[in-house]
């Protein structure tokens, strides 16, 4: 079965940065287009970054020069670095394949 498990959340001060990490299984890595989702409370979850096979990155303008998603395909393991992180960056952080698939989540809160 599918199973994708997120990991690196926690409280960071503004300014501060994290990598999140997402580890897959149960499909063929290499061959799915992963991304990073996250949801705040009250809020729609919203697209963050996502990363194609081939490695090309796309990001959400909001985080456009401060984060960068990567993937190890060997490790069948996604990254997302994330830099210079603001309070509006709080949310939880959800792995996905091909947007269809999702772990269970990590918080990530930036507070002071």
């Known amino acids: 079965q599918v199973q994708l498990v997120e990991s690196g959340g926690g409280l960071v001060q503004p300014g501060g940065s994290l990598r999140l990490s997402c580890t897959a299984s149960g499909f063929i890595f290499n061959t799915f287009t992963m991304g990073w989702y996250r949801q705040a409370p009250g809020k729609e979850r919203e697209l963050v970054a996502t990363i194609s096979p081939s490695a090309t990155p796309n990001y959400a303008d909001s985080v456009k020069g401060r984060f960068a998603i990567s993937r190890d395909n060997a490790k069948n393991t996604l990254y997302l670095q994330m830099n210079s992180l603001k309070p509006d960056d709080t949310a939880v952080y959800y792995c996905?394949?091909?947007?269809?698939?999702w772990g269970q989540g990590t918080q990530v809160t930036v507070s002071s």
């Open positions: 996905s394949a091909a947007g269809r698939r």
